[in-house]
């Protein structure tokens, strides 16, 4: 017999039935396809975050087919499944399931693009489909369409990301909100399609709406079933497209700023999910912790992100965002940018060809003779620093959608290893953790939460990592990181009480975090009672044993 | 003892047990707020589709707390309840329930405003607000912020039509989209807020998503909760704004002009959901059907219809949207739009200034000294007609999301009464049905549609009347309307027939309703049954005795 046991946070596995279901597992999915072995169970346990749960078996079905099965055989076991679409949730989690001994569900073999529409501009694909892999995709094929991708890990998963509702860069970055028509295997084993839809629905990837109730939400940040297949919508390539950053003056400016935001925002002459990012953040995308200071501190004195700030021309807050549509109307837009940003900081746009000569002075700089010519220049006359020179094409490249590992790398601020070309910081041991909360995107509110936070990071001793992120017109995401050395137990436990804090104060506060890593869904202080109850009465009734995904957010 | 018989499409009612509950609602409610006279039913009875299903019994409940009670009642009684938050449903089945003798929970007392939010552009509203009260509220109060309307009754609810997913006029048009946060009222009586949010969740209004599962999905065109409270996002007023009026040159060019539009939307040039209607739209809107042949067809003969095409010079196909931005942007937008539409057929263009003009021209036609040399004036170089000139003012206001009685009384058409003042075709004994598929916004989608279902009103004998309404870049709903004479037994029965052939034509041919009238909801041919399988699954969950609305949308 299999028990949760919520006191514990784990899964009670009677090793028998265990066996059985292994046994029956292998049968069907392919011998090679179920593992336990103690090295690939380890090798799964790796997550950025403290305490990751270590899963009991890993699944790696091969289609929809091979879930239902897993699924009933599960059942028939009451064998717990965590599902996992590619397992790059870094920082929230990554492929580790909430309870101890569940076994994962892994969606990676299922990798298949099934479909590219060009004249709706949208794709059908699985949950194992990669952001690299569709927009080298569309690349090749159909380069007339762009997918929007986080700046996170390219290998993440598209549709494990949208249903995780994360935001990416473009004025497509609402990834739940561009994710349309599901095909779902319930706890039951069933397969459905969302939209009501019988099998050939022919809006069923172009209206998310469907007829009778709408029931996507459920599979999104939930547990209700695991989704095989996803329509997504593409961007059409527009004519022109331009990027831009700004950095703000005064950091006093910053309610001023954010309020520009929504201004500009609710009047559609900023459409992308622009990114005002602090100093850690950028310190940690362009620098790296200075070797020295690893084992003495874990915040960065005072006195040392100034020096570092100054050199290299980071300014406090810094906003960077696409600009997409016709030559004329992104001309427009960058003549508003630059009327309604302008008085409170400076402006710099590129587009391809800036983004060339940029290129083409990083390569100059590689010649020693050239290099200090090219830096005063450009410190002089650009305020910029080389290391920001170097990183504009790809903040350029990422607001297209492009997905890239230069970003991602910032992970490994703290880590004791240089960044790897190839990021992977649940293979290089990195600590972080993300927190999340979303707030109303007023300079009132914004400012509210960074004045709770960020003197909790300094009580805990971490450096105040903050990046506000536009999720729609009237909401931004303070998402914050918490950069930490797992192999300091001190550390650890600073990271995890920080954590508990900010959870806490914001939530007293009335925010609520826009997403949640596995660390805190056994607490989810920011959601009612009544609420969690109602949704609670939903999955008892879809999945009477906890099948699937027994603990996500709290269900 | 109170049951459901699906057969026969009603509730079997227990004298005994009705009155007693009848009794106990009205000692919570009040005496006065709680009906089951003959002449309220009878009224309540009456709606535009066929064989209207009468109520036992209405309840005007006067806040959340009185809904909690009701619905708590009911659930004792076992006495299903059809909320209905203004009873303007029209066309698709008005106040009237799915099945007889239930009880209809009427919640147009609850009609208060309780916040408009000037720096977010929310409202938070009750679903007894109509949208002209909530116009008029902010052109009173908030001067800077626009409501979306939908060009019928303006005495419709906001939350009602947003709940049923119906579509407005401007880029707020998809009502369900921007409708943010519900406090709902559970089939248990419980009270829960939805974005798993307590009381106080700071971006309740602001984001969406919320936190933990999306589960508004449910209340929409669903049968889950009675909403009580909603939050509703306001356009911020535009610096600029223009409509817009296309007339299609050559009929055979229609899938031409939806791949265009298509195009438009998608690369954000058209935001607001145009309409593109055909002649029979525009006849019912300028014209009467003529007196003379009410009694001789059902549809008009193709040699009157083309001679009052073309003495109104209505073009086959009209397409009309309205567009807002800067000054500058809006300036593109029409450069766009002439471009891209040129091609096809005439544009024309309209701002406050031309409005000015038009109006003046009508007033000036009054004098019959002017009349004829002014119609002859706008018929050679406007090509319009002065029906035309007369309805451009209502056309321009109503793009910008203000109500209007004008439009809606397009629905008296076939009516024996002349157009009235303010429309109440529930009280005039109009027969009206809609009947509304979505498609993939592409020409062959769209001209299939049409193709499959204008055979059919020929065969049934009635206009054929239908507006291509723009859902989303990517999908179009195909409203299609069936006027028919109640008091003629065999439109009736004809109306009723071509209604049903329409369904199970285009659900055959894979395309669904977006919206579905009481009188189509026991036969959703376009749903799968495994999908209402799991939907009615999380029902029964919820509300085990089928209190709430019950049949809804097949649930």
């Not at 906003?319 to 008085?343: A, D, H, N, T, Y």
């Not at 050395?485 to 104060?505: I, P």
């Amino acid at each position: 017999m299999t028990t949760i046991d919520w006191t514990n946070r784990c899964v009670q596995v009677d090793r028998d039935t265990f066996g059985r279901a292994v046994a029956e597992l292998k049968t069907a999915i392919g011998e090679q396809y179920v593992t336990d072995s103690a090295a690939d169970l380890e090798r799964a346990a790796r997550a950025t975050v403290p305490d990751p749960k270590k899963p009991s078996l890993i699944i790696y079905p091969g289609n929809a087919t091979e879930v239902a099965t897993a699924v009933a055989i599960a059942n028939r076991y009451q064998l717990p499944l965590w599902p996992c679409s590619s397992g790059r949730n870094w920082g929230y989690g990554s492929a580790t399931p909430v309870l101890e001994n569940t076994a994962i569900l892994h969606l990676r073999r299922m990798n298949r693009i099934l479909e590219v529409n060009d004249e709706l501009a949208y794709a059908v694909i699985e949950p194992g489909v990669s952001y690299r892999q569709l927009r080298d995709y569309l690349e090749l094929n159909h380069s007339d369409l762009w997918c929007d991708s986080t700046d996170g890990p390219p290998e993440g998963s598209v549709i494990g990301n949208a249903l995780d509702r994360g935001l990416g860069v473009t004025h497509y970055a609402d990834h739940f909100g561009t994710l349309c028509g599901l095909e779902v295997v319930l706890p039951s084993g069933e397969v459905i399609r969302t939209g009501g839809g019988p099998k050939h629905c022919a809006t069923w990837h172009t209206h998310k709406w469907g007829v009778g109730p709408y029931i996507e939400g459920l599979f999104s940040q939930g547990n209700f079933g695991v989704v095989t297949k996803a329509g997504v919508w593409l961007i059409p390539r527009p004519e022109a497209f331009a990027s831009f950053t700004f950095d703000l003056a005064r950091p006093e400016d910053l309610p001023k700023l954010v309020d520009v935001i929504r201004e500009m925002a609710l009047r559609g002459i900023l459409n992308s999910a622009c990114h005002l990012i602090n100093d850690v953040v950028t310190l940690s995308v362009l620098a790296q912790y200075p070797a020295d200071m690893l084992d003495k501190y874990s915040r960065l004195p005072d006195d040392v992100l100034d020096e570092m700030r100054k050199r290299l021309k980071i300014s406090h807050w810094s906003l960077g965002g696409g600009i997409q549509g016709s030559r004329k109307m992104v001309r427009l837009v960058k003549e508003e940018l630059r009327k309604r940003l302008g008085p409170l900081g400076r402006i710099m746009f590129l587009d391809e060809g800036r983004v060339k000569g940029v290129e083409t002075l990083n390569r100059l700089r590689q010649r020693s003779s050239l290099r200090m010519p090219i830096d005063w220049a450009v410190r002089t006359f650009a305020g910029k620093s080389p290391e920001m020179l170097q990183a504009a094409p790809h903040i350029h490249s990422v607001l297209t959608g492009r997905p890239s590992d230069y970003f991602v790398r910032h992970a490994y601020f703290k880590s004791r290893l240089p960044k790897p070309d190839i990021a992977d910081p649940d293979r290089d041991n990195v600590g972080l953790i993300w927190f999340a909360p979303i707030a109303p995107m007023t300079g009132g509110h914004i400012q509210k939460v960074l004045d709770i936070c960020r003197p909790l990071f300094r009580r805990y001793e971490f450096d105040f990592y903050a990046a506000l992120l536009m999720q729609n017109p009237r909401s931004m995401i303070v998402l914050m990181s918490i950069f930490f050395l797992k192999e300091d137990q001190q550390q650890v436990l600073a990271a995890k009480e920080l954590y508990e804090q900010l959870s806490r104060a914001t939530s007293a506060a009335t925010y609520q975090p826009y997403r949640v890593s596995v660390l805190g869904m056994g607490h989810l202080t920011s959601v009612s009672p009544e609420s969690a109850r109602f949704v609670r009465m939903l999955k008892s009734a879809v999945d009477p044993q906890g099948i699937l995904a027994a603990g996500k957010y709290g269900i």
